[in-house]
């Protein structure tokens, strides 16, 4: 059973930034992928990035060239830096890894002011 709790986010104001972090109770370095998403009420979950073992990353067409994802081995943790946000970058956000099966976050609100 692997948990991820995230944590980072918050409120800011359009254009600003925040960093989410999503902490694994087990070694991350041996997840194959970690991944965010997000899920606005009444929409399909969404993926955001998805950052590989190996250091492949992929991005939706929404946040390429403003979110980044990272991961530190050493403290169990993958990051989303989001930069630039927008309103529309308003809801939850959960991490996922998938490996005999889903295991996913409580999720973390970010909310952008206009």
């Known amino acids: 059973q692997v948990q991820l709790v995230e944590s980072g986010g918050g409120l800011v104001q359009a254009g600003g930034s925040l960093r989410l972090s999503c902490t694994t109770s087990?070694?991350?370095?041996?997840?194959?992928?970690m991944h965010w998403y997000r899920q606005a009420p009444g929409k399909q979950r969404e993926r955001v990035a998805v950052l590989t073992r190996l250091g492949d990353t992929t991005y939706s067409d929404a946040v390429k060239g403003r979110f980044t994802i990272s991961r530190n081995n050493a403290k169990n943790t993958a990051y989303l830096q989001m930069n630039s946000l927008k309103p529309e970058d308003t809801t939850v956000y959960y991490c996922?890894?998938?490996?005999?099966?889903?295991?996913w976050g409580q999720g973390t609100q970010v909310t952008v002011s206009s």
């Open positions: 996922a890894a998938f490996l005999q099966r889903a295991y």
């Open positions: 087990e070694s991350i370095a041996t997840i194959n992928a």
